[in-house]
């Protein structure tokens, strides 16, 4: 029997924007009451609104998740007010630098993009998980990437980052093991949304030029597979899935034009 997420608590990070916004909004459609963490509350709030107006509970948290002691806060305010974190969505991250090689990136670009992807997903889970295993419930979803399967050129730095989103994942799995807590890594291609545009800082010619003569999937896309994740029966844990654009085969691999027609 699928898992229903009506007055489920969910913890979601990065919810201001593109696929988290995407991930907010389903969630609260499904009845879940939402933690929206982020570092720019004013941007997260109007989520928080539309999240109201459909009749669930919905906090705004600030909190940058890459600080350690600011991520415990920020979980111990969502247990204060709903009782527990049912439901962790980790969507807050980064591109990095754009059509750097690795010895072109900067050691502070290194640690910028290695802390938003990889120390902000850590420092959740750890806030999270000990009160998952001690109520014998939860569920931990992670934003990965087809990055983390395939590298690309230009691309070291996201590319290590997405992996290491992978394998933490799959360790935490091991880790997890005889527990009824679950773990998943969504692992998307192309997505086209605001975040395209921050990636090009502000072109938006050049975030539309990546998305021309092909249909790359949306924020919603990837949330309804998040949702799907969440409600599997207890006992079915999708530990990872990976999806691209049917346009799409590999990260640098997109096809233009007419489908069938090549």
């Not at 924007?17 to 929206?36: D, H, Q």
């Not at 090009?200 to 597979?225: F, L, W």
């Not at 207890?234 to 069938?260: C, D, K, W």
Request: aromatic residues 6%; contains cysteine.
């Amino acid at each position: 029997m699928d898992l229903q997420l009506k007055d489920q608590v969910v913890f979601i990070t990065g919810p201001a924007k593109g696929m988290g916004r995407a991930v907010s909004l389903a969630f609260a459609r499904e009845g879940a009451s939402l933690a929206l963490v982020g570092r720019d509350t004013a941007a997260i709030e109007p989520v928080a609104v539309e999240a109201r107006a459909m009749g669930v509970q919905a906090i705004v948290i600030g909190c940058d998740v890459t600080s350690e002691a600011q991520t415990e806060a920020a979980a111990a305010q969502a247990v204060t007010r709903f009782g527990r974190v049912d439901v962790l969505v980790n969507v807050a991250g980064g591109s990095g630098p754009i059509g750097k090689t690795g010895w072109e990136t900067t050691t502070d670009e290194f640690n910028e993009i290695v802390e938003l992807n990889m120390t902000g997903c850590f420092n959740t889970m750890r806030a999270v998980l000990p009160g998952m295993i001690e109520r014998n419930r939860g569920h931990v979803i992670n934003m990965g990437s087809v990055a983390g399967h395939y590298a690309y050129q230009n691309g070291t730095v996201y590319c290590a980052t997405k992996a290491a989103v992978k394998t933490i994942t799959e360790a935490l799995k091991q880790d997890l093991l005889g527990t009824p807590v679950r773990i998943t890594s969504i692992d998307p291609g192309m997505v086209e949304t605001e975040f395209s545009v921050v990636r090009y800082a502000g072109d938006v010619e050049r975030a539309k030029k990546v998305y021309e003569n092909m249909q790359p999937m949306s924020g919603d896309d990837i949330a309804e597979m998040i949702v799907f994740a969440a409600t599997r029966p207890a006992h079915i844990n999708i530990n990872f899935m990976v999806v691209m654009s049917t346009y799409q085969s590999t990260p640098m691999t997109v096809f233009r034009g007419e489908l069938g027609k090549k």
